[in-house]
């Protein structure tokens, strides 16, 4: 089995753009797809990317995904921020027998 | 529109058992894989197990594996999960998530969650 890990927590402020990676520990990044999900305060997960670098429907394009070989990495990706995508970010991937989520990171817009 | 309600937590005492279910509406349920995934208070998800559409394939999460059962009803649009011999450290949130391509590894939908605590 494999790990994702990502930072604890990040912040920036609202208009700014703010990156949050996830990085594979054994095993390639690019041999499963990649997802990103959200989860505001208080509520459930949603689905905000998926397959790397699909938005999810309904997310705003101010939300990208992507992936780098070279660094074993995916990147979610929130440009122009507002006070809202204050949130948990979680990052999730998958092997034959197991689907493995990374730690989260705690995103606060100030 | 897609809505998926879980039932069935509560208060259990270690050793007990439970039984969780997911009301699935908005989508063709006999169509899609579905998922248990769970979140202890305060911390992260984790994946515990995912049924095919038909109901015939299912995989575990090694610390359920032996526990727990995946079931469904496609004529009643709804999903189970079983509990059994619970610990303190089943204690979470379950949430049922929507399969997103049908490989089912990856989600696209999920229930608000319904909270299962052991404890004596």
């Known amino acids: 089995n494999f790990m994702l890990t990502q930072p604890h927590s990040v912040s920036e402020s609202p208009g700014k753009t703010v990156t949050i990676s996830c990085t594979r520990s054994?095993?390639?990044?690019?041999?499963?797809?990649v997802q990103w999900y959200q989860q505001r305060p208080g509520s459930s997960p949603t689905t905000v990317i998926y397959?790397?670098?699909?938005?999810a429907s309904g997310v705003p394009d101010r939300f990208s995904g992507s992936i780098d070989i070279s660094s074993n990495s995916a990147s979610l990706t929130i440009s122009g921020l507002k006070t809202e995508d204050e949130a948990d970010y979680y990052c999730?991937?998958?092997?034959?027998?197991?689907?493995?989520f990374g730690g989260g990171t705690k995103l606060t817009v100030l | 529109q897609v809505h998926l309600v879980e039932s069935g937590g509560g208060v259990v005492q270690p050793g007990r058992s439970l039984r969780l279910s997911c009301a699935a509406s908005g989508f063709t349920f006999r169509s899609s894989g579905m998922h248990w995934v769970r979140q202890p208070p305060g911390k992260g998800l984790e994946w515990v197990a995912v049924?095919?559409?038909?109901?015939?394939?299912?995989y575990y999460a090694d610390s359920v594996k032996g526990r727990f059962t995946i079931s469904r009803d496609n004529s009643q649009n709804t999903l189970y999960l079983q509990l059994n011999s619970l610990t303190a450290e089943d204690t979470a949130i379950y949430y049922c998530?929507?399969?997103?391509?049908?490989?089912?590894?990856?989600?696209?939908?999920w229930g608000q969650g319904t909270l299962v605590t052991v404890s004596s």
């Open positions: 999730q991937s998958y092997d034959r027998s197991n689907k493995v």
């Open positions: 054994s095993g390639s990044i690019g041999t499963n797809y």
């Open positions: 049924i095919s559409y038909d109901g015939d394939n299912k």
């Open positions: 397959e790397d670098d699909q938005r």
């Open positions: 998530a929507k399969d997103l391509r049908g490989g089912y590894d990856y989600f696209d939908y």
